[in-house]
C-alpha cells in the first residue's frame, strides 16, 4: 500500500525556520517526482513545489521562491521541505503528495494527510 | 503565468441531476489538466487526467473533457457522497497551478 506520512508541522513565529518531511512507502520513490501543495484553512489547493524523480531538478511557486527548499534523500525514501523566512500568509496544512511520473509536471495520484504549520506572533 | 478559472463557484443541485463543471486556461494547456475532488475533511482525490482519462476506481458517472483553453468535468446523475469540493489542474508546465475551486451540494 503506497503510503505518505508528513511530519514537522508547528507554530513558529513570523521569520522563523520550519523544516517538513514525508516518509514514503508502497512504491519505488525514486523514480517519482514528488510535490508539497498547501491548503490555508477554508482556503483551496496552492501547488508549493516540485522535485523530479532521478534528476532532482526542482520547481516552486512564485509564493515561496527564494524562501523554501524541497529536497528529497532516495536512499530513505524521505522528502523534505525547508520553510525558511515564514510569514503569516504561509499558515496552512501542508500536504506531501505523490506525482504519477518522474516529472513534476504530471498529475497528483497519492496525497499525504498533511501537516499543519501556524506562522503566528 | 497561466491562470485558472473554474464556474461556477458553488453549485447545488438535486440528487440524480446531470452536473457540468468548467475550468478554462488563460493559454492553451494542451490536455495536461487534472481534476480532483476533495470531500468535506478529506484529503483531495483524483479523478480525472489527460484531461479525459478516468483513474482507477473513478466511477463512471465522472468525464472529463476538453482541450487547449477549456475543460469540463460532467457528472451524470449526482450522488449524494458526490458533495464536494472539485479542482482543476494544469500541468503542462512548471510550476503547475490549481484552479480556485467548485463547491458542489446537495439541493
Known amino acids: 500500500e503506497v503510503q505518505l506520512l508528513e511530519s514537522g508541522g508547528d507554530l513558529v513565529q513570523p521569520g522563523g525556520s520550519l523544516r517538513l518531511s514525508c516518509a514514503a512507502s508502497?512504491?519505488?520513490?525514486?523514480?517519482?517526482?514528488m510535490t508539497w501543495v498547501r491548503q490555508a484553512p477554508g482556503k483551496g489547493l496552492e501547488w508549493v513545489s516540485g522535485?523530479?524523480?532521478?534528476?532532482?531538478?526542482?520547481s516552486y511557486a512564485d509564493s515561496v521562491k527564494g524562501r523554501f527548499t524541497i529536497s528529497r534523500d532516495d536512499s530513505k525514501n524521505t522528502l523534505y521541505l525547508q520553510m525558511n523566512s515564514l510569514r503569516a500568509d504561509d499558515t496552512a496544512v501542508y500536504h506531501c503528495?505523490?506525482?504519477?511520473?518522474?516529472?513534476?509536471?504530471?498529475?497528483?495520484?497519492?496525497w499525504g494527510q498533511g501537516t499543519m504549520v501556524s506562522v503566528s506572533a | 503565468d497561466i491562470q485558472m478559472t473554474q464556474s461556477p463557484s458553488y453549485l447545488s443541485a438535486s440528487v440524480g441531476d446531470r452536473v457540468t463543471i468548467t475550468c478554462r486556461a488563460s493559454?492553451?494547456?494542451?490536455?495536461?489538466l487534472a481534476w480532483y475532488q476533495q470531500k468535506p475533511g478529506k484529503v483531495p482525490k483524483v479523478l480525472i487526467s489527460g484531461a479525459s482519462t478516468l483513474h482507477s476506481g473513478v466511477p463512471s458517472r465522472f468525464s472529463g473533457s476538453g482541450s487547449g483553453t477549456d475543460f469540463t468535468l460532467t457528472i451524470n446523475s449526482l450522488q449524494p457522497e458526490d458533495v464536494a469540493t472539485y479542482y482543476c489542474q494544469r500541468y503542462n508546465s512548471a510550476p503547475p497551478t490549481f484552479g480556485p475551486g467548485t463547491k458542489v451540494d446537495i439541493k
Open positions: 493559454q492553451g494547456v494542451s490536455n495536461y
Open positions: 503528495a505523490k506525482v504519477q511520473s518522474f516529472a513534476v509536471t504530471d498529475a497528483i495520484d497519492i
Open positions: 522535485i523530479w524523480g532521478s534528476t532532482g531538478r526542482t
Open positions: 508502497g512504491f519505488t520513490f525514486s523514480t517519482y517526482a
